[in-house]
């Protein structure tokens, strides 16, 4: 037997969408409608000017986040991109310290420094936020080779995009993730459009779980906008990579809503297309769905939890609104010299 045979034999296999508990459900609903609501507010703001810069919205892609820290044990690492708001959630950083950080004030969670693309928390492992297209995946790498050299039972979710899936440092990277073994998941968020071109105009094979097969590095298509599988599949691949058989390659396939930052129209889709995966496949709609159907909630208590989340989030708004600048003397913290 060869040893992509013997690889081959033993890569997780994916199994039927299972079913979530009434707690799983109710959870996953409302961190997902939590990202929603924060997002749909971010969207407000930057209109309105509170917000400079760049930002990037992750309305739709709900789902992919969630469902993966489900399945993160304490002490796992979360780096992504620049479309990192609902990732931060997920990972439990405040909504206030976020939203501040988006305005650039001082209670933000680099003190109003990173803004949209740029956030960080060592208490929640969360690092970053990054705006280099595809830096996440060799820093990623990295955290992983800390997991393995201190002998801890963590890994890396290192999540990154289907336009970042074609720049180099990702495939130099993968090389030495399975050359060395390391406890990283690599998570293409695959929402069909790098920018304003589709995956088809940029990539000359689409499917990008299949991207690591030269380096035998096995990888799955998901899909990303039904939590419960996207949690299945988060269980399969944690147990792998950290009984110590290297990377896998998960690519979800989700979808973005709104334009690719806040200054795109995304004039390279059709209304129909947005509105047909909106209407046929959102992942917080599903949830709700299951929910009502199972008798697990009713349409009142779901109006009540979405009540308390947007409560939240006005909250969240207006500390960010309202909350000082950083002194000037900030200018000269936290950086290298």
Not at 74 to 80: A, E, F, K, L, R
Not at 176 to 204: C, D, H, Q
Not at 312 to 329: C, G, L
Request: with cysteine; proline share 4%.
């Amino acid at each position: 037997m060869t040893a992509a045979d013997s690889l081959a034999r033993s890569i997780p296999a994916a199994g039927p969408v299972p079913v979530f508990t009434r707690e799983e459900e109710r959870s996953a609903y409302r961190e997902m409608l939590l990202i929603r609501r924060f997002e749909e507010k971010a969207g407000q703001l930057y209109g309105m000017g509170f917000i400079g810069g760049f930002c990037h919205l992750y309305i739709g892609q709900e789902a992919v986040v969630v469902g993966l820290q489900m399945a993160a044990i304490p002490g796992d690492q979360v780096i992504t991109t620049y479309r990192d708001h609902g990732h931060m959630l997920a990972c439990g950083m405040s909504a206030s310290g976020v939203m501040a950080e988006l305005t650039g004030r001082r209670g933000g969670l680099s003190k109003g420094k990173g803004g949209s693309m740029h956030m960080f928390s060592k208490e929640k492992h969360f690092y970053g936020g990054h705006g280099i297209v595809g830096a996440s995946v060799p820093l990623g790498a990295g955290l992983a080779f800390a997991n393995k050299y201190r002998g801890n039972n963590n890994l890396c979710w290192c999540y990154f995009g289907d336009g970042a899936a074609n720049q180099g440092q990702v495939y130099e990277t993968f090389n030495m993730a399975e050359l060395w073994k390391l406890p990283i998941v690599f998570v293409i968020e695959n929402n069909r459009y790098a920018m304003g071109t589709s995956i088809e105009r940029a990539s000359s094979t689409t499917n990008l779980s299949a991207r690591g097969s030269s380096f035998d590095i096995p990888g799955e298509q998901v899909d990303g906008m039904d939590v419960r599988a996207v949690k299945a599949a988060g269980d399969r691949v944690a147990k792998w990579a950290r009984e110590g058989n290297g990377p896998f390659i998960l690519e979800m396939l989700t979808y973005r809503y709104r334009g690719h930052s806040m200054s795109d129209p995304a004039k390279y889709r059709s209304k129909e297309e947005v509105q047909a995966m909106r209407e046929q496949h959102d992942p917080i709609e599903q949830v709700k769905a299951r929910m009502i159907n199972a008798n697990i909630a009713t349409e009142e208590e779901l109006k009540v939890m979405d009540k308390e989340v947007r409560e939240i989030v006005n909250r969240a708004a207006e500390f960010a609104q309202n909350d000082p600048e950083p002194d000037s003397s900030e200018l000269t913290t936290d950086i290298l010299l």
